[in-house]
């Protein structure tokens, strides 16, 4: 009996090809719509489905192949008699090989303007069933939905290999698909915040060198339809693969900088800041970074909000770096900062900084999700909790300071001007420990004078206050909330220092 091959494909792209080599392997074509016109335009022989289905395409095409003589022909299992019987019994003949992909929905939601109803229209119902059908019956039913595996699929059938284990591969390629595709339509749709089911899908990107150390495996995977500005969107210009470390540290260091909207520099390693500064011109910027702590910035990240020049680019070069990134480059700075063969220049997209609204980890045995830590707190919203109220100059770099802290591991100190970060405490398990990292960072540096401290979560006991003020601090910012806060705030007005609350917490774990 005549094999059959059921082609319908929204990407037509190599169709005709793959439908010709199929006839010459004594396959019989059987194909719908618009599939149908490209594989006959291309002068290959294939039958149209209503010929086997004996009933037409209707409702606009919404119904052409949810037919008993399509589904049974691909659902029968070929070793079970009655399954078999009733097949002849109804005049069905067995299809062997399912091509099918689906109506482009993805590519749909992306365009401008598009309505609701327009989106919906591209929610595909007979390729899924068709494709889903096939896959479960893998043992009998070869199924194809990516075009790669055209020539891999006929390579297998010319060496005599269409084994139950390919075409159990083929299959889980195409439940992995379906589902993507549904995960895609549920987001679409979806306008709980947390609803009761989270049916996230990434993409592949490339398999990595390794993960976080050389004996781990790892992979980078991307949204969908990824933010305009993040690393899935970023351009890379020059310099080796980004690791998956890169790549943590990237997407920390582009958080960062979308929190300020003077020309700003951030320098980061380890996921936090080792130096930020912010001026009237990138290079002003970059100079207050790379003081704040001219030792750790070496092997560090760096992420600018504004094109980089060559005054900028030059600083840059001459400090062993390994990823820079940056709305873009003048040709001059390009040309100086690839003299480095493998410092990674990026690109990423300024025009819309809108960083993530939620933020996921897995823990074992599930997800956490929550809303981006995207709140920001201008001095206007603080609370002065102190006898001595904080100068002008003083809440500029309170509200600085607010501004770093979020970014940085809990629990976190920073020591902070108004533009510039002097010392970060990160990451210690208890806050006096990172108020003394951070402070003895910053303690010898020209500016000191000016200095404040920013605290993301509350002092539990006023030791914290204490050593600031010991150590020349003359205001400090934190969220209160304590227990013990008039302990803070009577340590505060002990030293003749400011202490201003600001009622939110800024955790980062």
């Known amino acids: 009996m005549t094999k059959l091959a059921l082609l319908s494909v929204s990407d037509k792209t190599g169709i005709v090809e793959f439908a010709k080599a199929l006839v010459e392997r004594g396959y019989q074509v059987i194909s719908t719509g618009g599939t149908l016109k490209t594989i006959l335009a291309g002068q290959v022989e294939a039958t149209p489905v209503e010929e086997i289905t004996g009933f037409p395409e209707m409702l606009d095409g919404r119904v052409k192949t949810l037919h008993p003589r399509i589904h049974a022909g691909i659902l029968a299992k070929r070793d079970n008699p009655e399954h078999m019987a009733k097949l002849t ?36 119902i007979g390729g899924p069933s068709m494709l889903r059908a096939a896959a479960k019956n893998y043992h009998d039913v070869t199924v194809i939905t990516d075009q790669s595996d055209y020539a891999t699929f006929l390579q297998h059938f010319d060496d005599e290999q269409l084994t139950d284990d390919f075409r159990r591969e083929l299959a889980a390629k195409v439940f992995r698909e379906t589902a993507a595709y549904d995960a895609l339509i549920a987001d679409y749709m979806t306008t709980e915040e ?20 050389s004996h781990q495996k790892a992979a980078y995977y991307k949204d969908p339809i990824p933010e305009p500005y993040s690393l899935a969107n970023a351009t890379q210009l020059h310099g080796k693969a980004l690791s998956y470390n890169n790549l943590r540290d990237a997407d920390a260091a582009l958080r960062m900088i979308a929190d300020f909207k003077q020309p700003a520099v951030v320098a980061l390693k380890h996921m936090n800041p080792c130096g930020i500064g912010v001026s009237d011109s990138l290079l002003n910027a970059w100079n207050l970074a790379y003081e704040s702590d001219p030792i750790s910035i070496f092997g560090g990240i760096i992420a600018l909000n504004r094109k980089v020049d060559l005054a900028t680019a030059e600083k840059m070069h001459a400090l062993f770096l390994e990823i820079i990134i940056a709305p873009a480059f003048d040709d001059d700075a390009y040309a100086i900062l690839a003299k480095k063969k493998n410092l990674r220049l990026l690109t990423v997209d300024f025009g819309d900084v809108n960083p993530t609204h939620h933020d996921s980890v897995t823990v074992l045995g599930g997800a956490l999700m929550q809303e981006a830590d995207t709140a920001h707190e201008a001095a206007s919203d603080f609370k002065v909790v102190s006898k001595v109220q904080p100068t002008p100059d003083q809440l500029a770099a309170l509200e600085f300071g607010q501004t770093v802290v979020k970014h940085v591991k809990s629990n976190a100190i920073v020591v902070t001007t108004a533009n510039q970060t002097l010392g970060v405490g990160a990451g210690q398990m208890n806050r006096i420990d990172s108020v003394k990292i951070a402070i003895d960072k910053a303690k010898d540096k020209p500016n000191y004078a000016d200095a404040i401290v920013a605290s993301d979560a509350f002092f539990p006991m006023d030791d914290c206050v204490e ?43």
Not at 480 to 496: L, P, V
């Open 89 to 124: 019994e109804n005049q069905i003949q067995p299809i062997d090989l399912i091509c099918v992909n689906l109506y482009p929905f993805k590519e749909t939601i992306q365009k401008d303007g598009v309505t609701d109803a327009e989106a919906i229209e591209q929610i595909d």
């Open 194 to 213: 947390f609803p009761e089911k989270l049916t996230l899908t990434y993409e592949k990107v490339e398999d990595m060198r390794y993960g976080e150390n």
């Open 467 to 509: 050593f600031a003020a010991q150590n020349g601090i003359k205001a400090v910012v934190e969220p209160g909330g304590s227990i013990k806060d008039q302990a803070s705030i009577d340590k505060a007005d002990e030293y003749g220092i400011a202490l201003v609350f600001t009622g939110v917490r800024h955790f980062k774990h």
